[in-house]
């Protein structure tokens, strides 16, 4: 069985998220990557020689420079004659093409697999996380995402895949790109972080939020991350969101402060290694999920704890 990753990059590095996609194709067989971008010989280079990876199809057009899915998605199908499966980073870019893949080639999608139980049936989670689902397809071609916490990263280093060009199917005129806002941080990214601080709407203002919270992640070297009634409340922007509707993190520690622990956050976060929780209500349901417990009035003790690192 042969399968293609699409590479998730930005023309210039080559993202996470692609190693933990390469970890779950290798457990349907034989692995090519596919690399559209423009410029992207670095890229490609990077790729090839991911442990495990057989062959790296570059796309170097243009076209392909922003990853308009209208644009990448025609090059995807084009290549599915020779691969029986076609996988993708559940990330934003990732959730935007793999749907028009799947359209394209009348199949059904397989979202957010947590497992590769075999050659047709995948785990994936329903119902906010409190269930999981064993799915099997009949389908002859599969497009497939992959949840990148569930899946340990293949290495970066190590392998000796070759590099193929691949024709481009050039720009489909369908949408352009009219530009692009991207916050910049000296901090860690939250999907790659090690240590993630995460404030919940407890805190009572952005003020605060940043006044507990930031001094806390500084000294951990860690991200800074946020429930969702936190970001409605306008406490920290929408990049900062983990949960159901935010982003997916399973650092090694998170820290969640003043957070109660709604199923939305948790099904976000619950996979992290160690979990931390403050909060006053010794009853809320982050308790439930917390390796450790500190239950009292979090501008007291994160302060304190600040203070001790």
């Known amino acids: 069985m042969k399968t293609l990753v699409w590479v998730e990059h930005d023309n210039a590095a080559l993202k ?3 190693l933990s996609a390469v970890t779950a194709a290798a457990k349907l067989g034989e692995v090519h990557l596919l690399v559209a971008g423009k410029g992207v010989d670095g890229v490609a280079q990077a790729a090839a020689a991911i442990t495990g990876v057989g062959k790296v199809h570059v796309a170097d057009d243009a076209a392909y420079e922003h990853f308009l899915a209208e644009n990448v998605a025609p090059l995807i199908v084009s290549l599915m004659g020779s691969h029986d499966a076609v996988l993708f980073p559940a990330t934003t870019t990732g959730k935007n093409i793999a ?10 999608q397989i979202s957010d697999i947590l497992s590769v139980e075999g050659a047709d049936t995948f785990t994936r989670p329903i119902y906010a996380g409190n269930a999981i689902a064993t799915v099997q397809t009949s389908d002859k071609k599969l497009v497939i995402t992959v949840r990148g916490t569930a899946f340990a990263k293949a290495a970066a280093t190590g392998g000796s895949g070759t ?4 024709a481009s199917e050039g720009d489909k005129g369908l949408s352009g790109f009219a530009g692009a806002e991207i916050a910049k941080s000296e901090r860690p990214e939250l999907t790659s972080a090690k240590v993630i601080v995460s404030g919940g709407r407890a805190l009572g203002s952005a003020e605060e939020f940043h006044a507990q919270i930031d001094p806390l992640a ?26 159901q509707t935010g982003k997916i993190v399973a650092p090694e520690v998170y820290v ?19 979990i931390i929780a403050i909060n006053k209500d010794e009853d809320a349901p982050i308790f439930q999920v917390a390796d450790i417990g500190l239950v009292g009035d979090l501008f007291k003790i994160v302060p304190e704890l600040t203070s001790k690192l």
């Open 16 to 18: 996470d998220a692609t």
């Open 99 to 108: 749907p028009r893949v799947a359209a394209a080639l009348d199949v059904m």
């Open 163 to 166: 590099v193929e060009a691949v």
């Open 218 to 243: 500084d000294k951990l070297g860690a991200a800074v991350g946020a429930s969702r009634a936190a970001v409605d409340a306008g406490y920290a922007p929408n990049d900062y969101q983990v949960g």
């Open 256 to 274: 969640a402060i003043g957070i109660s622990g709604a199923i939305q956050h948790l099904a976000g976060m619950k996979d992290s290694k160690t």
